[in-house]
C-alpha cells in the first residue's frame, strides 16, 4: 500500500539502491508553488492591511494589500475591482483594518485570484501622491542622463479599460493621442500588447488589430512571458509594414498587395 508523500526543501530521504545499499540525500530548493484562491459571484473578500499569506480554506477569504493607508478612505458602496478588472465587487461594510467586498462581477465559472495582483478603486479619493519622495531625490540624475521619465500610478486620470470602463476604453485612447500630439508629448502604447503571444506563442485576432495600431504611437510596450522574443520580432515585422500604411492619425493609402505577393 503507498501513500502520498510531501517533499519541502531540506527533507531528508533515504534512496535505496538496487544492491540495497540505502543513501541518504537532502532535498535542494524547490520552486516556489505560486498562491492562488478560486473566487465566485456572491463570496466576500477581506482586504486587509495585514500581508501574512492567505489561507484559502478561510471564509471569507483575506487577502493583503500593501497600501493600508488607503483602506482608510475607501466608503461602503465603492467598487472595487482585482487582477486589472479580472473581477471586482463592491464594499459592503467596513472591517478593522480593511474592507468587505463582494464579489458580483465575475464570470459565471469563477476565476482565479494570484498572488501580487493589482487592485483598483475607481470611486475612491486615494489621496496618494504619484512621487514619493525618493522618486523626487532622484529626479535631477534622470533630468541629466534620461529623455523622459514614465509613471505607471496617475492619480487624477482614468485608467482606461477598469476604470472608465470598456465601453469608452477606444474614445479615451483616441483623445489621450490627440491631446499628446498636441502637446508634442510622445506616447507609449500599453495596451497589454501581444500578451496572448507572449505567454502561449500565439495571438489572438483582436491583440492584432491593436498592435497594429500602435504605429501611430512613439513606443510600444510588451508584458514580460516565455514568447517574448516571438513577440518582439512579430511586433517588428507588424510595424514594419504598418508604417508604409499610417503616419500618426493619417492614412496613406499604399497599394495592397495581398495575392501572395511579399510586399
Known sequence: MFDTSYLVTGSEVAVSGPDGAVDHVRIARLAAIEQRIRI???DDLIVTADLTAADPMAEPVR????????????????RVYFDDGEFGGRVIAKTTGGLRVQIDQIDDAGAWLRAEKGINLPDSDLGLSGLTEDDRAVLPFIVEHADGVEMSFVDTADDLAVEAGFARMGELQEEIMWLCEAAHVPVIWATQVLENLAKSGRPSRAEVTDAALSVRSEGVMLNKGPFILDAVSFLDHLLTRMSDHLDKKSPLLRRLRLGGGND
Open 63 to 78: 487577502i493583503g494589500y500593501s497600501l493600508p493607508e488607503v483602506l482608510d478612505r475607501v466608503q461602503v458602496g465603492d
Open 40 to 42: 465566485h459571484r456572491g
